[in-house]
Nanobody, 129 residues
Framework: QVQLVESGGGLVQAGGSLRLSCAAS????????LGWFRQAPGKEREFVAA????????YYEDSVKGRFTISRDNAKNTVYLQMNSLKPEDTAVYYC??????????????????????WGQGTQVTVSS
């Protein structure tokens, strides 16, 4: 089991930037996939981005492509989500999640919340217009 703690959320104006961090306690094996999801009030949780720990290969939800970047620091056991050109519709609680990767699965498989085993507590991101 992996414990995940998110940080970096806050209030920002539209067009601004934030960087979220997710620190993992316990060892992250190269066979892991780390992901970011978000949930806005009254809406279902949705996928944002995922990264394969072994090689850094990333996958994004269409609405964040070109604006968000997911990355990882192996030495710090931390995954980041750099969010630029933020929009009010990006307002949500952002969650980090971890899952063991199955080599036969494409990374797009991890756009499903059910694919992940461990979740953080979330961090609030609010974008004002």
């Amino acid at each position: 089991q992996v414990q995940l703690v998110e940080s970096g959320g806050g209030l920002v104006q539209a067009g601004g930037s934030l960087r979220l961090s997710c620190a993992a306690s316990g060892r992250i094996f190269v066979s892991y996939v780390l992901g970011w999801f978000r949930q806005a009030p009254g809406k279902e949780r949705e996928f944002v981005a995922a990264i394969r720990w072994s090689d850094g290969f990333a996958y994004y939800e269409d609405s964040v492509k070109g604006r968000f970047t997911i990355s990882r620091d192996n030495a710090k056991n931390t995954v980041y989500l750099q969010m630029n050109s933020l929009k009010p519709e990006d307002t949500a609680v952002y969650y980090c999640a971890a899952a063991l990767n199955h080599p036969s699965r494409a990374i797009s498989y991890y756009s499903r919340g059910g694919a992940f085993d461990d979740w953080g507590q979330g961090t609030q991101v609010t974008v004002s217009s």
